[in-house]
């Protein structure tokens, strides 16, 4: 089997894989490849054709084809190496990564670091296990995208759409502007599952239904989705049968929730997160096998791409400096966990060597007003951030200062950073940053 070796490897070449890429060759890798599994760069980039991408990268309001070109020109000018239709078999713990393709063949690229970039995948209908029948006419939002945007195919008239991620709000939009009607999004969760901007801008500007706190007992329809029965939810999830009612449509899309794609991670033994679903991953990105970085959405599914692409600038630089043998990182490191209120933390480990401020990004588990982020040790708060408000489909990005970190107590190995209601507890609470 043929074997080749770079400085850095870099696996996905979505706007994680792209931008890591480019950050490696300017922090000094002389030799960078990306092993991308799609016939293009860009991934799923290329199929949103919706602006919004780039506001803090370029200042810029850019499609996601525009955004995907900037970082595509600039892997060009840096002389990145590309294969394209190239899929990534495995990874081994010491950075040799199996690929095979079309054009090759099956062969070996080691890496002496590697960056996983792998993105992530929507969940099906056999995740939700919606009871009914079978027809033709169930999408995810974002092959429906795909479809679209790409092939130009319209995947249905009347739709009905599951879940209020973000790609299900705006591609009830984008349905409702192409002419489909869209007889509205279904929510179980009280509160919307994606970026209140979306829900603005692609749901209440066109008049189009949110239903929160119901759900899809059932599909019916015998070739081709005919119907689906809609009924609310109580507080334990559980749909109120007696007044169920049917809505009659075509096509009904998914937008349920990402699942962080990290096959090769488990088989490389990399420590996952259950909570995030991704790599445990540094402030410098690197996973628990030394010299294996990841970023963007395969560590957790970011809300923005511009976020996509800080994560993957870090692990490109942190890669190329490993690679260089340039990485010697010391100082003691603690672990972050999430408490009252908080479902998810990246980075799960920090430390304070070699950064003056580290930027933790939660995941809560409810709307809160006037909320207090609080960083804590087991007896002695660190510091606390003031939002006035948050919410489950937002990520919350806190700062978190190099000297809090120094003054954890050595016989305490982690920090908890939980969420309040600031009125709850007496008073609004002043920042410790």
């Known amino acids: 089997m043929p074997s080749v070796c770079y400085d850095v490897v870099v696996v996905g070449g979505g706007p994680a894989g792209l931008a890591a890429a480019c950050s490696a060759m300017e922090a000094g890798a002389s030799s960078v490849v990306i092993v991308e599994r799609d016939a293009e760069l860009g991934g799923i980039l290329r199929q949103c054709v919706h602006t919004g991408f780039g506001l803090r990268i370029f200042r810029e309001d850019l499609t996601g084809p525009e955004y995907a070109e900037r970082w595509i020109e600039r892997v060009r000018e840096l002389g990145v190496e590309q294969r394209t239709g190239a899929f990534a078999l495995s990874l081994n713990a010491d950075g040799r990564v199996k690929?095979?393709?079309?054009?090759?063949?099956v062969e070996e690229i080691r890496g002496k670091a590697i960056v996983l970039a792998m993105g992530c995948r929507e969940k099906t209908r056999g995740a939700l296990a919606i009871p009914g029948t079978r027809p033709s006419g169930v999408w995810t939002a974002g092959t429906a995208q795909r479809l679209i945007n790409v092939e130009g195919y319209l995947p249905g008239r009347?739709?009905?759409?599951?879940?209020?991620?973000?790609?299900?709000?705006?591609?009830?939009?984008?349905?409702?502007?192409?002419?489909?009607?869209?007889?509205?999004?279904?929510e179980i969760a009280p509160f919307p599952g994606g970026l209140?901007?979306?829900?603005?801008?692609?749901?209440e500007d066109y008049r189009i239904p949110l239903l929160l706190s119901h759900a899809i007992t059932e599909i019916g329809g015998r070739r081709r989705v005919e119907w689906v029965k809609v009924a609310g939810v109580g507080?334990?999830?559980?749909?109120?049968?007696?007044?169920?009612?049917?809505?009659?449509?075509?096509t009904v899309l998914l937008s349920v929730g990402l699942i962080p794609e990290n096959e090769l991670s488990r088989e490389a033994g990399i420590a996952i997160d259950p909570k995030t679903g991704g790599a445990v991953v540094t402030q410098y990105m690197e996973t628990s096998l030394p010299g294996v970085f990841a970023c963007g959405n395969v560590v957790h599914v970011n809300d923005l791409v511009d976020n996509v692409s800080d994560e993957?600038?870090?692990?490109?630089?942190?890669?190329?400096?490993?690679?260089?043998?340039?990485?010697?990182?010391?100082?003691?490191?603690?672990d972050v966990k999430g408490g009252d209120r908080v479902r998810s933390v990246v980075p799960q480990r920090v430390s304070s060597a070699g950064v003056n401020t580290v930027t933790l990004d939660l995941r809560v588990t409810e709307v809160i007003d006037h909320a207090v982020v609080e960083v804590a040790t087991n007896d002695r708060v660190l510091a606390t951030h003031k939002r006035r408000r948050v919410r489950p489909g937002e990520m919350v990005r806190i700062p978190l200062a190099a000297s809090h970190i120094d003054s954890v107590p050595f016989e305490c190995g982690s920090i908890r950073v939980s969420v309040a209601h600031s009125r709850a507890q007496g008073g609004p609470v002043g920042s410790g940053n």
């Not at 599951?162 to 509205?184: F, K, P, T, Y």
């Not at 209140?196 to 749901?203: A, D, K, P």
């Open 99 to 105: 690929v095979v393709s079309a054009t090759r063949g």
């Open 158 to 186: 009347r739709i009905v759409i599951a879940g209020s991620g973000d790609v299900g709000l705006i591609m009830a939009r984008r349905l409702h502007l192409e002419g489909a009607e869209v007889q509205g999004v279904i």
């Open 196 to 203: 209140m901007r979306n829900v603005v801008q692609c749901l």
């Open 235 to 250: 507080p334990d999830l559980r749909p109120a049968r007696q007044l169920e009612r049917v809505i009659e449509c075509d």
């Open 312 to 334: 993957a600038i870090v692990a490109g630089r942190e890669a190329a400096a490993f690679a260089c043998r340039r990485s010697a990182r010391v100082g003691r490191w603690i």
